[in-house]
T-cell receptor, first 111, second 112 residues
Framework: GQQVMQIPQYQHVQEGEDFTTYCNSS?????IQWYKQRPGGHPVFLIQ???SGEVKKQKRLTFQFGEAKKNSSLHITATQTTDVGTYFC???????????WGAGTKLIIKP | DGGITQSPKYLFRKEGQNVTLSCEQN?????MYWYRQDPGQGLRLIYY???????QKGDIAEGYSVSREKKESFPLTVTSAQKNPTAFYLC???????????FGPGTRLTVT
């Protein structure tokens, strides 16, 4: 069946360092979405990418959708403590409006 | 103030009891979803509903039941048949023909 793999599971960074999480789908996706979940909170929609090769920026966050529409990445430049949380990618199932979720990448800022 | 509400935030039950989690939205969204999240894990779909009076099983529906009698409401019942019910339960909603999902604050259920 369709799968969305996300790596790494955790990333420890010093504040000010960059962070990247990668998402790979077993099938071509019509779109991909990214969500952020703060510790103890609920997922919050960040962005949706639709076009092949699309790159979108939100301040220090850069989202990319691969040319083949099977992979995506989220890059955060110069991390801040407010970036702490788990970042999830999610892509639609072929046949309906369900989402298949990656397992998430937890961003941890080293003290 | 528009949004999705889930109540209660924390819920404690004894093993063998059924428990119903509330989810209400005033976003006028057609679709609603229930997910389960275990510590350090991703989201697993329990049930979803694209329209009133209709719902479908997700990946882990066993031991759960839902109803969708009103557009605004999608309650989830965790039955005594659910073997490991302790988890964080998240409700979400979305517009028709859209993949974006908007989440409620969640209910943390502990069964002892």
């Amino acid at each position: 069946g369709q799968q969305v793999m996300q790596i790494p599971q955790y990333q420890h960074v010093q504040e000010g360092e960059d962070f990247t999480t990668y998402c790979n789908s077993s099938t071509t996706l019509s779109n991909i979405q990214w969500y952020k979940q703060r510790p103890g909170g609920h997922p919050v929609f960040l962005i949706q990418l639709v076009k092949s090769g699309e790159v979108k920026k939100q301040k220090r966050l850069t989202f990319q959708f691969g040319e083949a529409k099977k992979n995506s990445s989220l890059h955060i430049t110069a991390t801040q403590t407010t970036d702490v949380g788990t970042y999830f990618c999610a892509g639609p199932m072929d046949s309906n409006y369900q989402l298949i979720w990656g397992a998430g990448t937890k961003l941890i800022i080293k003290p | 103030d528009g949004g999705i509400t889930q109540s209660p935030k924390y819920l404690f039950r004894k093993e063998g009891q059924n428990v119903t989690l509330s989810c209400e939205q005033n976003l006028n969204h057609d679709a609603m979803y229930w997910y389960r999240q275990d510590p350090g894990q991703g989201l697993r779909l329990i049930y979803y509903s694209q329209i009133v009076n209709d719902f479908q099983k997700g990946d882990i529906a066993e031991g759960y039941s839902v109803s969708r009698e009103k557009k605004e409401s999608f309650p989830l019942t965790v039955t005594s048949a659910q073997k490991n019910p302790t988890a964080f339960y998240l409700c979400a909603s979305g517009r028709a023909l859209s993949y974006e999902q908007y989440f409620g604050p969640g209910t943390r259920l502990t069964v002892t």
